[in-house]
Nanobody
Framework: QVQLVESGGGLVQAGGSLRLSCAASGSIFSISAMGWYRQAPGKQRELVARITSGGSTNYADSVKGRFTISRDNAKNTVYLQMNSLKPEDAADYYC???????????WGKGTLVTVSS
């Protein structure tokens, strides 16, 4: 099993910044990729950013240039730096981890980001 614990959400004004953290523990040695997803009320969960074990990243078009995903392998932690936040970025943000062997897909409980206009 893999446990994921998110932190760093909160209330911020539009244009502000937040940094989310996701700490992984448990059987993490074969995690291939980790990512951040978000889900706003009434909307489907969507990929925000993803980073592979090799460091390759991809982002949703809506956050490119504003959000940066990074990982600290020594701390088993993935970060999402969010700058120039917009009201439409408000959502529950979830950390995700994909493990190769044994295969598994794991989720954190989420952290709420609220952006005031």
């Amino acid at each position: 099993q893999v446990q994921l614990v998110e932190s760093g959400g909160g209330l911020v004004q539009a244009g502000g910044s937040l940094r989310l953290s996701c700490a992984a523990s448990g059987s993490i040695f074969s995690i291939s990729a980790m990512g951040w997803y978000r889900q706003a009320p009434g909307k489907q969960r969507e990929l925000v950013a993803r980073i592979t074990s090799g460091g390759s990243t991809n982002y949703a078009d809506s956050v490119k240039g504003r959000f940066t995903i990074s990982r600290d392998n020594a701390k088993n932690t993935v970060y999402l730096q969010m700058n120039s936040l917009k009201p439409e970025d408000a959502a529950d943000y979830y950390c995700n981890a994909n493990r190769i062997f044994p295969p598994g897909d794991y989720w954190g409980k989420g952290t709420l980001v609220t952006v005031s206009s």
